[in-house]
């Protein structure tokens, strides 16, 4: 038995049986061609009628949370219409059992692109539908984003709430911009490292003030010498330089620089006043007059540098006339070496004489002969001696 369709009548566009020969609306004849293509079209409109009725069931079976009978539908529905891409949506529904789309995008626990019905739905949709599919897995990736960083946040938090070191709220920090724009990471991030460095300044302004109460002990104490004291007062200056803008250091730096150059300038000063009583020379009292210059306003050093100065000059003047009367001296003496000497040249001659003058006639004889030459080079030598120990004095 053949079904009867209806079709629509191209004069009247009313319905009537596909078996009239005529429209019995208009009379407009009805030939055969005409009547089995509407006929096709009319079949074709009936199936879609079907799907899309097919669809509104399995939507309000998701509704009631009836799952099973929802995919029963929904398979009837694809199978005719394997290509519904809205279908296949319905389907991805009915597996993750959530009621809408909204659902959906709240609930997926891993990005749409990895479940075959999403992709075969992005595959048979039209242009028009291609966006709001594609947004689906967008809002996906961006809930799994929000819930990464949320994460991050609150573990940043958390370190920053534990933070006792610098090293622990620079690790907060790092983590609040690794998110710079969520909810107000960077404002977190800057506080994380002004309290890391507020930590790190705190350390080093106790470190600084133990030196500096180190100092005073030891100095009044006089366990550890002035210079080491300056030098200790020193380093305390130069941290509590490095954090000026933290509590007082500024007060303590300058106060450190104080004690530790008063320290300086009285070690300087002892030093001088030793080598003062110490110094003989004229360049000596010149090195001492420096010192004392070099620690101007410091007691009466400037004082001390100028009896320094005035007593190297005598001590220069005293030394310049000890090694005049030395030089004279030393002439005087050479005078009357070089006059002995003559003198003594003299008697040797005139003794040698009297000598020769008292030999036998024999003697006399024998000098006759040749050997008074050598009585004559003993005396040259004799006297050749005698200058060359005078010549060694000299």
């Given amino acids: 038995m053949r079904v009867v369709a209806l079709v629509i009548c191209p004069e009247c566009q009313r319905e009537i049986s596909d078996q009239s020969q005529v429209c019995i609306n208009c009379g407009f004849p009805m030939v055969k061609e005409f009547r089995e293509d509407h006929l096709i079209n009319v079949l074709i409109k009936n199936d879609e009628k079907r799907v899309k009725n097919l669809m509104t069931r399995a939507k309000l079976e998701l509704e009631d949370q009836e799952y099973q009978k929802a995919e029963e539908l929904t398979e009837k529905a694809l199978e ?44 048979f949709a039209l242009e ?5 599919i594609l947004a689906y897995n967008c809002e996906v990736l961006e809930r799994f984003e929000e819930e990464e960083n949320e994460k991050i946040y609150q573990r940043a938090k958390a370190a920053m709430h534990r933070a006792v070191t610098e090293e622990d709220y620079e690790a907060a920090a790092a983590k609040f911009e690794s998110i710079p724009e969520y909810k107000e990471a960077l404002e977190l991030c800057e506080e994380a490292r002004r309290l890391g460095d507020a930590e790190k300044k705190g350390k080093v302004y106790l470190e600084a003030a133990g030196k500096m109460e180190l100092a005073k002990e030891k100095e009044k104490s006089k366990e550890m010498e002035m210079k080491e004291v300056a030098s200790l007062l020193q380093e305390a200056g130069q941290q509590f330089h490095s954090i000026e803008d933290y509590k007082d250091s500024k007060e303590r730096k300058e106060t450190c620089e104080e004690e530790s150059l008063r320290l300086k300038q009285e070690v300087t000063y002892q030093k001088a006043i030793k080598k003062k009583q110490e110094d003989r020379r004229e360049e000596e009292y010149q090195e001492t007059a420096k010192l004392f210059y070099s620690i101007s306003g410091y007691k009466d050093a400037d004082i001390f540098a100028k009896e320094c100065e ?6 220069g003047a005293q030394y310049l006339e000890t090694l005049l009367k030395k ?11 070089l006059t002995t000497v003559v003198v003594i040249i003299l008697v040797v001659a005139i003794l040698g004489g009297l000598t020769n003058f008292t030999y036998s006639l024999e003697e006399y004889h024998n000098l006759q002969q040749g ?7 003993e005396a040259f030598e004799q006297i050749k001696n005698w ?3 005078v010549g060694n004095i000299f």
């Fill in 310 to 315: 005035e007593q190297g000059k005598k001590a």
């Fill in 387 to 389: 200058l060359f120990n």
């Fill in 371 to 377: 050997q008074e030459e050598y009585l004559w080079q």
């Fill in 80 to 123: 005719l219409e394997p290509k519904f891409s809205e279908a296949y949506i319905l389907k991805l529904l009915v597996l993750l059992k959530v009621s809408d789309e909204k659902a959906m995008v709240t609930s997926v626990d891993r990005p749409l692109t990895e479940y075959k019905e999403y992709n075969r739905a992005l595959r």
């Fill in 128 to 132: 028009e539908d291609r966006d709001k």
């Fill in 327 to 337: 030089r004279r001296r030393k002439k005087v003496l050479k005078k009357a070496v």
